[in-house]
Structures are given as structure tokens and as C-alpha cells.
């Protein structure tokens, strides 16, 4: 396991912190770019726009987002707003992400799902009437 590291680490690793910080990540997980710079912080994307999006991170096209997809989107998400975050940082953040956002429980993030992340600041999602996402927040979670 330690070779394996030092492997990665040699790679990858250019400040030689022995972490993989998020920019470092992005060229393991060989994202050329960050999809999200080309939307507005805050704009009100269309279904149109929103789709697009969806279906870039959607690498295998199944209708969900879940491991590599995850850590891509949640990587891109961040540093839109310039917040460095190691592996060990993002996959917390995309484990706590998913139980908020994972309202059928199945592990995976919907189009739906990442709906309700996109349009949690008082936008109107594409794919639900006004008053529906308050009515879902009230839904109580199974017991783990």
C-alpha cells in the first residue's frame, strides 16, 4: 500500500505535502476544466441549462450522480467559490451532501435531487411547483 502511495503521491502530490489537495485531484481525476465557470454564481439557470449540466457530470449517462461524478461536481462546486479542499476534505463533504440531498436514500444524487441543491436559495427549480420542496423538507429521514 505504501508504494502504491508514494506512487500517487509522486505524481500527483506537487507541493510534496504528502496530501492530494483539490487542485492536485483534478489532474488524477483528469478534469481538463471546471464546467461550472461558465455559469453566473446565483443566475437562475433554465431546464434547458440545467440538463446540460447534469448530463456533463453524468459520465455513464444512468440518471445519477454518484462516486467519481460526486467528487467531480463537488470539486468543480468549490472551486467556483475558490475553496481548496484535500481528498480526505471532499469526500466528507460529499458524503454529508449526499445525506441532505438524497431524498430517496439510494446513495445516488437524481437530476432531481441535484435540483434541490442547485435551486436551495430561493430559486424556483425546473421540476417542481413553488411550496413542494418545503412540503419534502418536513419528511422525516428512516432511521439508520
Known sequence: MDLIMDEIY???DENNNRMVEQ????????????YLEQIELYKNLNKEEFSQLFEHYDRNGDGHLEGEELLEIVSDMMRKVEIEL?????EKLVER?????DVDYDGKISKRELANLFFVTGQISPFEEAGSAKQRAKTPRPKS
Open 10 to 12: 509522486q505524481h500527483f
Open 23 to 34: 487542485s492536485e485531484l483534478t489532474k488524477l481525476l483528469q478534469v481538463p476544466e471546471n
Open 86 to 90: 484535500n481528498m480526505s476534505q471532499l
Open 97 to 101: 451532501m449526499v445525506r441532505v440531498i
